[in-house]
């Protein structure tokens, strides 16, 4: 990493970066939570998914975090940044987070139901910021940010054992870890506090949501750390989109 760009900078790079996008997200679910308790169609047709998700278990979350996760971000990727034309780099990038993101959403549902179990299904402020507490500085710091971070260098660095390595190292951490819970966390705390909201059966779907954008912005931070974004480039999703095509 060069000297100029210490840990603290990339994070918060990443995250000023991706306000716009961040902020679209966050108006988009803040909107449905808020027509679920005042508008009754839109809670009728959420009602009617959380119904869904609840008969179909853990298919339906492996299947949302495969088409948020992998599918929906690589077509937003061919339509957006390759003129419509599908590349064999995109076979490659489907066959690395299919699984990842299929494994990391069947633990996120868990997580999801674990909290109700322990704080309730209930959308007090007490209990909002219980969940969001255990998810953001429990889960995230423990699990979820180190396990983004080395899936997508081991990724980067042609299924390397390093990165695997490097994972315990506290300069690791603190060099790529810590940059990557900034960005997460503002980005993510909004959201908790909106998804935790709502009823249990309908945080997952809303978590769907987000998670295309979050993808490509893990892309960004990880493309930087490997170096495949200059330092002086134009940090924004499209070039997170167009280096991950490059790898």
Known sequence: MPKSRTPLMIGWEAARANAKPALIIQALMLALAISFYSNST??????????????????????????AGAILPEIFLVLFFQRGRPQIGNLRNLAFTIPVWGFDGSLVDLLYRTEANWLGDVATVPVVLGKICIDQFGYNVLFAAP??????????????????RDLFACRHYRDKIFPTLLATWAVWIPLMA?????????????????????????TYMTNRFAGKVEADAPIALAVAGVETLKR
């Not at 959420?46 to 853990?58: C, I, Q, T, V, Y």
């Not at 396990?147 to 990165?163: C, R």
């Not at 909106?194 to 490509?216: H, K, N, R, T």
Request: glycine residues 6%.
């Open 194 to 218: 909106i998804i935790y909201s709502l009823p249990l059966a309908l945080q997952f779907p809303l978590f769907g949501l987000a998670l295309s954008f979050w993808v490509l912005l893990l």
């Open 42 to 67: 839109i809670a009728d047709a959420l009602r009617n998914l959380a119904e869904f998700k609840r008969a179909h278990g853990l298919m339906f979350v492996v299947c949302a975090s495969v088409f």
């Open 147 to 164: 396990f983004g971070v080395l899936t997508y260098e081991w990724k980067n660095n042609g299924i390397s054992m390093q990165p695997v």
